[in-house]
Each structure stands twice: as structure tokens, then as C-alpha cells.
């Protein structure tokens, strides 16, 4: 029994440090949170409730985080400039037209500014944004207008020019209907190749976003800056959300390792729980 105790207390405190250690090596990572859809119609894994979407905002508020921007963040990391306390942030991806209707009112209610990436030749078609619509949300304040490309194509089946039409095309759309910089670009389904993040680099913008569940890091590829996913339409979303905030140092490497092991062994990835 005494072996057996002991052997008990050595698993405690082999998982304790190693838990300590995922956190302390976490220690400046800021946490990029990104979503896609808030509404009450959709039922899917990418859609959240307004309920739920504000309540996510709510918590962020009242906990002390303060929402920065890409640019914030990537000025802090160059220039040794300190950042706030508890810094985070807001991303969208795809460009849904429910970021006016529902999630703008939200932001203005917190005074939270996101990110939203849009597909640019999405713009306009059904239940996207219109032109009209990115540009009042960039006037606003609250919003920032960015690059998911220009059709939403994986990155990793493309090559040459049409890989650069597709990257730099969305650029050119941006600036052209919006009259202002596009300096982020994120990855259609977090998928991309050296090739995709040079020419990212070449045509001028300044980070690439992806989605892997952890921390973005000063020592990080600011090409491959890596976001939590926020889902929907799940019970105890709320919790689920704090759980995927404050637990990011160790769902990164879990996930990471549930993917590697889901091809060979799906019993097994099965068995890997990510909130």
C-alpha cells in the first residue's frame, strides 16, 4: 500500500510540474480569441448565441482583461512597450453580416474593438457584409477591416500566381474599398505553407493568424500567430469559453497532439477531451 501511495504522489507531482511548466512557458503569451457567427438562427459548432456572445464579453470585462489590437501587440513585441494588464484579442473570421447587426452593438455596449477578416469576394453576397457595411465598420472605431483572402481557397492546394492572386488580391480590394492599409491577413481554416506565409510577407502585410488553441508569443512567427477558437451551440458555452481562455497552455499541446494521433489511433484521439 505504502509503494502505491507513493507511486500516487509522484504521478500528483510529475503532472503538477509539468502543468506549472506549460504555464510558465506560456507566461507572456497573449490569447487571441477567434469566432465566426453570432446569432440566434445558425445551429452549428461556429455559431454562437447573442445571449452567449455577450455573456463571453461580459466576463472579459468584468475580469480585467483589456482588448488590444494586432497592431497594439505587434508594436509592444517591437518596441519593448508595455502592454496592459491581461491584454486579448477579438478576431471574426469570413465576414458575416451578423458582426453589424449583433456583434457591433455588443462591442460599443463594452467599449471592445475586434478584428474581423473578412473574404472579399464574399462581400456582398448573402448573409455577408456588404461594402457599405465594412466601411461603416471601420469608421465606427470599434472594428478593423482585414484580409481572410480573396475566396476562401485552402492555401496548401495553390501555387505560383495563383497563390499570390489569392493573397494579394484581397489585399487590393481592401484598400481599395476602404481606403486604408490591410496589414493582417488570417489563413482560410488555419491551413498554410511557407509559400503562402512569404508571400503574406512579400505582398506587405505585417502577421498571419491561424487557430491552435494557445497563446500568441514575442517569439512566435508573427506569420503564424495562433488563436483560440471560440464554438457555439454547446451546452455550458460559457464555461467551455473560460476553460479554452484560461486553459490554453495545456488544450494547445493536447490538441496538437490529439491531431497527430487521429489518423493512426481515432479510438484513441477520441478519448482526448477539448472544452
Not at 43 to 61: C, G, H, I, R, S
Request: proline residues 5%.
Amino acid at each position: 500500500m505504502r509503494k502505491f501511495l507513493v507511486a500516487v504522489l509522484a504521478v500528483i507531482l510529475a503532472t503538477g510540474g509539468f502543468v506549472f511548466w506549460l504555464y510558465e512557458r506560456e507566461a507572456d503569451g497573449v490569447p487571441i480569441l477567434v469566432y465566426h457567427r453570432v446569432n440566434d438562427a445558425d445551429t452549428n459548432p461556429t455559431t454562437l448565441t447573442v445571449a452567449d456572445f455577450e455573456a463571453q464579453m461580459k466576463y472579459l470585462v468584468d475580469n480585467g482583461y483589456s482588448v488590444i489590437s494586432p497592431d497594439d501587440l505587434l508594436d509592444a513585441w517591437q518596441t519593448g512597450k508595455a502592454l496592459p494588464a491581461k491584454p486579448i484579442i477579438l478576431t471574426f473570421d469570413d465576414g458575416h453580416a451578423d458582426i453589424y447587426t449583433n456583434v457591433l452593438p455588443i462591442l460599443q455596449k463594452y467599449n471592445l474593438r475586434a478584428t474581423v477578416f473578412v473574404v472579399t469576394d464574399h462581400i456582398g453576397t448573402t448573409d455577408y457584409l456588404t461594402w457599405d457595411m465594412a466601411r461603416a465598420l471601420q469608421a465606427g472605431g470599434f472594428v478593423d477591416i482585414e484580409s481572410h483572402t480573396m475566396t476562401h481557397k485552402d492555401l496548401t492546394t495553390l501555387r505560383g500566381d495563383k497563390l499570390w492572386n489569392e493573397i494579394y488580391g484581397s489585399k487590393q480590394a481592401i484598400e481599395w474599398a476602404l481606403k486604408k492599409p490591410a496589414k493582417f491577413i488570417a489563413y482560410p481554416r488555419g491551413k498554410y505553407t511557407l509559400d503562402a506565409v512569404d508571400t503574406s510577407k512579400e505582398v506587405g502585410f505585417c502577421a498571419g493568424f491561424i487557430a491552435d488553441y494557445g497563446l500568441a508569443d514575442n517569439d512566435d512567427n508573427p506569420y503564424v500567430l495562433t488563436r483560440i477558437p471560440v464554438q457555439g451551440t454547446n451546452s455550458n458555452t460559457l464555461l467551455r469559453f473560460r476553460l479554452r481562455l484560461n486553459g490554453a497552455p495545456i488544450f494547445a499541446p493536447l490538441n496538437r497532439f490529439k491531431q497527430d494521433i487521429a489518423d493512426g489511433n481515432p479510438e484513441v484521439a477520441d478519448l482526448i477531451w477539448i472544452p
